[in-house]
Each structure stands twice: as structure tokens, then as C-alpha cells.
């Protein structure tokens, strides 16, 4: 385990803000967190657990201790198409060494930036796909006392973008490892519009070439973070009610939608784009050009700024239509300004 006294938390968080955590613990085995906790406890320290800084804003500092986990290993059985895989793996290259060792389902997943082990948290989806429909279960650390649990899929209630995982605790669960169930039968799923217009033409479609359309799309609309910090959509895809949609469709042409049990799921880009932030900038906070629901920093911006900008967007998109976005990254060290209503 690698200890870092007042560590700084820029290379630790994709948005590439400058923050600073008490202590950051960097694990690499399991077994460590055990002695990291009780470092933390006996120096009084809140703690964090960080996966791959993916989902997150730091709008002010951490006074306490990151848990960021660094722990390796994929285990694959063709034969039954189990997947067991380290949180500390990249989830990109658990989506390829899956596709290349023959196990098919996770290709609509490829390049979603991020840990394995932040996976499970926030239910990642992309392109008609969304992790549950794979998950087996998981392992934790429990750090409040310091037990072994594993979760199955029911423990962990999914839902979009969000599961158990996802409330905050005083003291956190570390995801170790999680399992899926994968099929090495290619069952290419590309319903979902753009991936279908991407393939159009390219005659039978294999999980490879779904791969790779996937890739190219989310090469096109969302920026890299190594190049343009930030953390993929901000806010999650409202739903609102069939009322709300028959009166939205009286003011606008067509709006996207997509409809879900419990009303309509509205595009919050395609909301804030009408409010005018696609390419909207207030220093070097920013809104990508190509994409509303990005927020990036353009260089030097810092936290707070962008935190500022996001609640200046959740503010216009609540007077103009009358409908709340919620973050769907994950905020640390700021109070939500007073008066913003429920989320
Ligand atoms: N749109 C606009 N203007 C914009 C952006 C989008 O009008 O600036 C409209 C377009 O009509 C577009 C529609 O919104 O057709 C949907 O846009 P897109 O296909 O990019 O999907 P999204 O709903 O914005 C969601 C996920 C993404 C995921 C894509 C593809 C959420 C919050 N976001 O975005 O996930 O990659 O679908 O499946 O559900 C992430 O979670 O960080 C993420 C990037």
C-alpha cells in the first residue's frame, strides 16, 4: 500500500481540477484495507473511495482519506462464460480482453472511462446496454466493520445509473472484485439509434464491429479525458410525466424521447442545448461544443467554477421547462447552494 500525506488529487480525477485529500491510500491488495481504515480511524479521518476519478467533482478539498483501489487481475472461463475481474482493472480493457478471449456482451460498455470496480456503482449504460444485465455479484470490504460481504444483484437494487452503492455512508464499501456472466455465443445487441445508423451498411454485424462503431461514436461526441478534462454526462436523462410530455410537445417540434415505465425519459443534452450551453463557456469551465451534457475544463478552471456553471444549467433547465436534472456525478467538498429543490 503506497501512502500519500496532503496528496494532491489532480492526476486522480478526470475533470484534471486541482484538489487536495488529507491522506491517499493507494491499495493493491485487498487485504490492506484492513490497515488503511484503521490509519484513518485512529487519525480521526472521514474517507473517500475514489475508483477511476471518472464520475466525480471536486469542488473544494477532501479533509480526509482517499481509498483508491489498485488491486489487478481478470479470470476468464470460456467454457461457462464466467468473468471474475479486480476493481482496480481498467473497464475498458476488461471490455476488450473479454471481446478477444471470446466472451460476448460488454462490447456496447467499450471506452467508458473508469474503474471495474466503480462499475456496479452508478449501473454504467451505454448504447441500449447497461452493466446489470451481466452482473453476478460482487465482493466488498465493509469499512465500518471491516467484514467481507459479497452482493448479489438483487443486494444491489440497479437502477438507472444508480444502485445501493451509490448512497453515501459515513464509512465507505470498497468493491474488491465483481463477477459476470458473459456468453460465447455473439448476441451483438445495436437497436439503439446512432449505433444502428453506425453500422448501417456494414453487412452482418459481430460483436467486433459493434465494438468498434461504439468506439468511433463516443470517440466523436465525448471528449477524451486525457486531452479535455471532464467526467462524461453530468447530469442523468430526466424522466417526467406523460402530462409534462404532451405539454413539452405543444411548444417543441418532436423533442427525443424515449419512453420507460414510468413516463417519458427526456435527453437533458437535448434540454440544454435548447437552453443554449452547447459550446457555452464562463472561463475555462466549460460546455463541450459537440455534446450539452459534458461539462469540460478548458485548462485552469477550478472545482468550484464548475460546480458553479453546472448549477447555473440545472437553474435555467428548471425556469424554462419546468424540469430538475440531477448530478449524475458524483460531487465532494461543496454544499448544494440553498433553494434547489429536491433531485
Ligand atoms: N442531444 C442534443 N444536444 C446535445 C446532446 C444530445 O440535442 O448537445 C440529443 C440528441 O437528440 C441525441 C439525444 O440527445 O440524439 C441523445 O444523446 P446521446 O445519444 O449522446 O445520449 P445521452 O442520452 O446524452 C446517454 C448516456 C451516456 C451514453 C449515451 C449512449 C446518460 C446520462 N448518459 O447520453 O453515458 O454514452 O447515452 O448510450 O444516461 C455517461 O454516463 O457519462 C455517458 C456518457
Redesign the pocket.
Known amino acids: 500500500m503506497k501512502l500519500t500525506d496532503n496528496a494532491d488529487l489532480r492526476p486522480y480525477n478526470s475533470f484534471g481540477v486541482a484538489a487536495r485529500a488529507a491522506c491517499l491510500a493507494e491499495i493493491e491488495h485487498g487485504d490492506e484495507l484492513e490497515t488503511a481504515v484503521a490509519m484513518a480511524e485512529q487519525r480521526g479521518l472521514p474517507m473517500l473511495l475514489l475508483g477511476g476519478g471518472?464520475?466525480v467533482l471536486f469542488a473544494g478539498d477532501f479533509p480526509g482519506l482517499v481509498l483508491l483501489m489498485r488491486n489487478r487481475g481478470i479470470e476468464i472461463d470460456r467454457e461457462s462464460g464466467l468473468v471474475k475481474a479486480a476493481a482496480g482493472e481498467n473497464w475498458h480493457e476488461l471490455v476488450r480482453t473479454c471481446l478477444e478471449g471470446g466472451l460476448y456482451g460488454l462490447e456496447?460498455l467499450a471506452l467508458?472511462?473508469g474503474s471495474a470496480g466503480a462499475a456496479p456503482v452508478?449501473n454504467?449504460?451505454?448504447?441500449?446496454?447497461e452493466l446489470e444485465g451481466f452482473f453476478v455479484e460482487l465482493d466488498l470490504f465493509d469499512c465500518a466493520d471491516g467484514a467481507g460481504r459479497k452482493l448479489s444483484r438483487a443486494d444491489c437494487g440497479f437502477a438507472?445509473?444508480d444502485s445501493v452503492l451509490k448512497r453515501p455512508r459515513a464509512k465507505p464499501r470498497v468493491v474488491t472484485a465483481l463477477r459476470l456472466q458473459l456468453s460465447p455465443e455473439p448476441a451483438p445487441q445495436f437497436a439503439?439509434?446512432?449505433?444502428e445508423r453506425e453500422l448501417a451498411g456494414a453487412g452482418e454485424v459481430t460483436p467486433e464491429n459493434v465494438f468498434d462503431a461504439v468506439c468511433r461514436?463516443?470517440r466523436r461526441?465525448?471528449p477524451d479525458p486525457a486531452v479535455l478534462g471532464n467526467?462524461?454526462?453530468?447530469?442523468?436523462?430526466p424522466v417526467i410525466s406523460e402530462a409534462a410530455w404532451e405539454e413539452l410537445c405543444r411548444r417543441h417540434d418532436s423533442?427525443?424521447h424515449?419512453p420507460v415505465s414510468q413516463g417519458v425519459?427526456?435527453?437533458?443534452?437535448?434540454?440544454?442545448?435548447?437552453c443554449g450551453?452547447?459550446g457555452h463557456t464562463r472561463g475555462d469551465a466549460a460546455?463541450?461544443s459537440?455534446?450539452?451534457?459534458?461539462l469540460v475544463n478548458r485548462g485552469q478552471t477550478t472545482g468550484r467554477e464548475l460546480y458553479e456553471l453546472a448549477w447555473e444549467m440545472r437553474r435555467r433547465v428548471l425556469d424554462d421547462f419546468g424540469i430538475e436534472l440531477e448530478p449524475?456525478?458524483r460531487i465532494i467538498g461543496a454544499e448544494e447552494p440553498a433553494g434547489r429543490g429536491g433531485g
Open positions: 471518472t464520475n456496447n467508458i472511462p452508478q454504467i449504460g451505454a448504447y441500449g446496454v438507472y445509473r439503439y439509434p446512432a449505433l461514436i463516443r461526441k465525448l467526467a462524461g454526462s453530468f447530469f442523468k436523462n423533442p427525443p424515449f425519459k427526456l435527453p437533458a443534452g437535448w434540454l440544454l442545448e435548447r450551453f452547447r460546455v463541450h459537440e455534446h450539452a451534457l459534458v449524475e456525478v
